[in-house]
């Protein structure tokens, strides 16, 4: 059992590190660093020697070849393969051990789905839809290993945790900030696949007159049948109204997630839950800060990596809490279901006796 905790935390930290190194390739340019799959100009490592560029060359002849962005992307490449495998491995394990077969299950299949995924991405040239895809994959392959531990660390002769009727209250809440959320790192996808992130450089939404350009439809404009993606081929009218929306929906968000984070630390009894609060408020305000830092800062690079790190961190945290509260809601529900039979039945047992 240890080596499969192990196993799950090595995991773990080669998900974070593929995200990190995912979001490195998109920011530097290297998504198309290696116009083939899964090798890189017909090679497993990247041309770097004179020799190996000739030879790419040759085989590419309209490529350009840039040894710094194709050694970013075998980089996310090899990390991604390790990962893959160290999934299987977390799968066979779970099968012989008998514990989370069916989340263990949903893992491999998702991170099968993620290399299509990433093979489509070199594919399709960057398509915007099939980069979102890819992000959204990773971050739930996070947040579904991150569920995998601490199933793993729970500890089922451990004392329980105080049954609180007054959470059942917060879980519509809990369920709108999940929602929210996963559709501002939508915004956040849209806007880096399309290049949108470097559009806006004031605050609080974007340069004077923004407003008589702004345009969903040019947002949500599905830019298909381009040769390549790479770069952007949205005009500024459709970029701007996507950084827009971004910024927009970071407000949304930041509200519906504050005002969970402030009820659950005020209502809540379990130490448990109120440091998920606490770690949900922390990556909160960090990822609002990243934000700003951004626009300030006209997107630095490693910042905006940090940015897209802490936005996955703070999804998983955001879902492990949303899991806390409905396990003390379910307790808090079997505690009154216990209740009321024994109610009853002291109701039936005091009337005889009264007649006696």
């Not at 309209?62 to 991604?80: L, S, V």
């Not at 789905?113 to 739930?140: C, E």
């Not at 392959?141 to 793993?152: G, I, K, T, W």
Request: overall charge positive.
């Amino acid at each position: 059992m240890r080596r499969f905790t192990w196993l799950v935390n090595l995991t773990l930290a080669l998900t974070l590190m593929v995200i990190a190194l995912g979001a490195y390739t998109r920011l530097t340019d290297a998504g198309l660093g290696c116009p083939d799959w899964p090798g890189c100009y017909g090679r497993l490592t990247p041309p770097v020697k004179d020799v190996h560029i000739e030879a790419a060359q040759a085989r590419f002849p309209d490529a350009q070849i840039d040894p710094f962005k194709a050694r970013n992307e075998m980089m996310h490449r090899y990390i991604a393969g390790l990962l893959g495998l160290c999934v299987l491995a977390v799968f066979i394990l779970a099968q012989r051990l008998r514990r989370a077969r069916g989340l263990s299950a949903a893992l491999l299949a998702l991170v099968m789905f993620q290399a299509a995924l990433g093979m489509w991405t070199v594919t399709m040239n960057l398509m915007p839809v099939v980069v979102v895809a890819h992000l959204f994959g990773g971050f739930a392959l996070l947040s579904m290993l991150v569920l995998l531990r601490v199933e793993l660390g729970r500890d089922p002769a451990g004392p329980a945790d105080p049954v609180e009727p007054r959470l059942t209250r917060l879980l519509p809440l809990a369920w709108l900030g999940l929602a929210v959320l996963l559709a501002q790192i939508a915004l956040g996808g849209w806007t880096s696949a399309n290049y949108a992130a470097a559009v806006c450089y004031q605050l609080p939404f974007c340069e004077g007159g923004w407003h008589a350009q702004f345009s969903l439809r040019a947002a949500f404009s599905l830019p298909l049948g381009h040769e390549t993606y790479e770069y952007g081929v949205l005009p500024y009218e459709a970029r701007m109204s996507i950084h827009v929306l971004h910024r927009l929906g970071a407000l949304v968000a930041t509200a519906v997630l504050a005002g969970l984070v402030l009820l659950c630390m005020r209502r809540a009894l379990s130490a448990r839950l109120r440091g998920l609060a606490a770690a949900v408020g922390v990556l909160l305000v960090l990822q609002v800060t990243l934000g700003l830092i951004n626009v300030v800062g006209q997107v630095p690079l490693f910042n905006a990596v940090a940015h897209n790190v802490t936005a996955a961190c703070l999804l998983a945290a955001l879902v492990l809490l949303v899991r806390q509260l409905h396990v003390q809601s379910g307790q808090a529900l079997h505690a009154r279901g216990r209740a009321r039979p024994g109610a009853a039945y002291g109701v039936a047992v005091q009337g005889p006796m009264k007649l006696r």
